[in-house]
């Protein structure tokens, strides 16, 4: 284990971890200074266009040909530009109360058609062993983490790491380590120096817009992890992400137990939820949209969106009750039990 007195240390650790589990990584490990970890990624458009290519051209050749066909000049462009406007636009339904998907969450789960070509950017888990075909594309899906990613046209800021689901981001992480600046500076730049609207311009980050590229933002120190899912500069809310302190003589609490295997007392974010299958049912199952009609301030109605990310113990108790449930199979009764006001009616949903 490398000390953690470095981010870099740390850096290195988290990405090393999610290499080993199956996910794509670029460039050395250790960190080298320097080195463009990032080279790949387009900041206009907000994706990582070989792996959205490659996830196409290997899984729908069929309706790649269409595609190629129906526009000859630069199809790859094309593709990218037409997976953009896509991702961008805004959707609503006639009953404004009901949940809509956009963005990202919308077209990782339905695809998109462009005159007679339909596509799928993702494959989740099917339901049933019987479908092969399925399967076997489930296994195609290309889960990537870029570290040091510099998102913008308008300033040379990066992240520090950004995760992508078949070339769309679709989560951020900026980290800290514990002996030398705590959890609050990493919700600190966030709130202050992780605008989804350049200051100085006043053009759109896409990366950073909410719901339409990253669909979480995880702040992460060695011993705890927050999450939003809409940055909104200084009126950002971030949740805990922590599994919670077992009980003891003072009963139990926030935040997390001590990991003496591991060394961080988080690694549990990239061995648990961010090993690949469990990530791909998050992004598959657990994350829900809201839309209701709320008054501004002055008075006027208008229409709220929200996204909503599983914190830790709704994740873990719902994986555990379906692992039970395959188990014991039906008919038996479990208690689920959460703190007040830390969503047991979205655990039960």
Known sequence: MASIQSEIHFEDDICAGLKDSGWRYDGPLPYVKGYAYDQGYDPRLALFPEDVI??????????????????????????????????????????????????TLHVLRNGFKDVNATFKMAQFAPSSKDNPEAWALYGKNRLRVVRQLHYSLHNNKSIDLVLFLNGLPVATMELKTDTTQSIEHAIRQYKNDRAPIDGKTRLPEPLLSFGKRAL??????????????????????????????????????AGNPVD????????????????????????????????????????????????LFPRYHQWDAVTRLVRATLADKVGKSYLVQHSAGSGKSNTIG
């Open 216 to 253: 979480v933002h995880f702040a992460v120190s060695t011993d705890e992890v927050r999450m939003t899912t809409h940055l909104e500069g200084a009126n950002t809310r971030f949740l805990p992400f922590n599994r919670g302190l077992p009980d003891g003589h003072g009963g139990a609490g």
């Open 54 to 103: 490659a996830w196409i051209q290997d899984t729908q050749p069929a309706e790649w040909a269409k595609f190629q066909k129906n526009h000859t000049k630069d199809p790859v462009g094309v593709f990218l530009r037409r997976l953009a406007d896509e991702l961008d636009k805004e959707r609503t339904t006639a009953n404004k109360n009901k949940p809509t998907l956009w963005g």
């Open 260 to 307: 003496t295997q591991n060394g961080y007392a988080t690694t549990y974010l990239w061995k648990e939820v961010l090993e690949p299958n469990n990530w791909m049912a998050v992004m598959g199952k657990f994350l829900a949209t809201h839309v209701s009609e709320v008054k501004n301030a002055k008075g006027k109605a208008e229409i709220k969106k929200t996204l």
